[in-house]
């Protein structure tokens, strides 16, 4: 037998298996039952539990994050010659689809508090050009919408709620703030499908009927269509499994936060105060703790060390998106966004999945501690 401690993950999705796995198979045999594989009954269920949950007119189910996103621009009519501000420190998605279309990703730089758009810095961007600004809920931290709104007045915001589902912004859910809120179901997500899916909400009922006409090639009736969309369906057995997670989405929300106060206490009586930074606690700005980030110094000798005592730990994101090679031609360059750069060389997610253990915090901020107190 060996002494060695098991390691702490960064995450696990079999430890939920056990909890959701009578009901996703009941699901499952349900759909299979019908033999109805793409939309139909269990999609639309799904779009009116999370309509509620999300306190939102309408939600429409797509098949990916990156398509919610990539749908809701298409739906504004976003194309060549148009400006979409957006943050450089997010998933690429975010700013990937605003390429795709033709359109200009302008890239703003964050608040170093929350890591999400700075509003001021986005009230000096807007120009003619801009058609609608894609502010992220960052970690699962709702942005500053209010001052976001007064920042780009009259401007469309569609909401990147990717890792913010259930997040409140001022006691209201993040994706019906903005005139769209665009959801990723991808399995490691705070609700994930067993595979790719995604959600549009809005509170706009036109827009709602738009994006659904989106998600099937533009058509309706059958084999008309009026504008060019994509195929950006949900399947039914991802809807039914879906289901069955979001019966507990909150209580697994619960259980992150309960993690992230434990650790708030543990790094407190660690006297790591001034050397390791927690994430922000700010008044009205829910957090959800889809990652928990640290601001560390030597950020990258402690994940290495980290990974030597077993402790899963992860850089999100390593590169802005202004460096991205791919959008060398956008004319960005290194020293444009210094908090972005400032970030990417300090964030460290830990692991904070609902399933974790106290005692395997414990062992993360114990080990932590070891590395800043080694000679
Ligand atoms: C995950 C994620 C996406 C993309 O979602 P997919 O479902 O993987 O396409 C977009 N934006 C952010 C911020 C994300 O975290």
């Not at 991808?186 to 989106?214: H, S």
């Not at 084999?223 to 950006?232: K, S």
Request: net charge neutral; glycine share 8%.
């Amino acid at each position: 037998m060996s002494n060695q401690k098991p390691n702490v993950p960064l995450f696990d999705l079999t430890r939920q298996w056990s909890e959701v796995r009578d009901d996703v198979h009941a699901a499952l045999e349900r759909v299979f039952a019908t033999q109805q594989f793409i939309l139909g009954p269990e999609v639309a269920a799904l779009e009116k539990e999370c309509a509620t949950y999300l306190k939102v007119k309408r939600a429409v189910a797509v098949s990916s994050g990156t398509d919610a996103l990539l749908a809701s621009l298409m739906a504004l009519g976003v194309g060549a010659g148009d400006e979409v501000i957006t943050t450089t420190f997010t998933f690429f998605a975010t700013a990937g689809v605003i390429h795709r279309l033709g359109a200009r990703p302008v890239f703003v730089d964050i608040d170093a508090r929350d890591f999400n758009l700075d509003p001021g810095k986005v009230a000096a961007a807007i120009t003619p050009r801009t058609k609608a600004v894609v502010p992220v809920h960052l970690y699962g931290q709702a942005a500053d919408m209010d001052a976001l709104k007064a920042a780009a007045p009259g401007v469309p915001l569609v909401e990147d709620c990717c890792q913010a589902i259930g997040t409140e912004y001022r006691g209201t859910p993040v994706g019906g703030i903005g005139t769209f809120g665009c959801f990723s179901f991808f399995p490691t997500k705070n609700l994930g499908a067993f595979g790719d899916g995604g959600l549009v909400t809005t509170n706009d009922e036109a827009l709602a009927e738009k994006l659904a006409d989106m998600r099937v090639h533009g058509m309706r009736p059958k084999y008309v269509h009026h504008f060019v969309g994509g195929n950006f369906r949900l399947d039914a057995m991802q809807a039914a499994i879906l289901r069955v997670k979001l019966q507990r989405l909150p209580r697994w929300i619960a259980k992150r936060q309960a993690g992230a106060a434990h650790y708030r206490e543990l790094f407190a009586s660690a006297g790591l105060a001034g050397t390791v930074t927690l994430p922000a606690e700010l008044p009205g700005r829910g957090h959800t703790y889809h990652q928990y980030v640290v601001r560390v110094p030597k950020r990258d000798a402690l994940r290495e060390y980290l990974a030597t005592q077993g402790v899963g730990a992860e850089i999100y994101y390593p590169i802005s998106l202004h460096e991205q090679q791919c959008f060398s031609e956008l004319g960005y360059r290194r020293g444009d966004f210094p908090e972005s750069e400032k970030a990417e060389a300090e964030v460290l997610a830990l692991p904070i999945f609902p399933e974790l253990r106290p005692d395997e915090r414990e062992r993360v901020v114990a080990a932590i501690v070891g590395f800043y107190r080694r000679p």
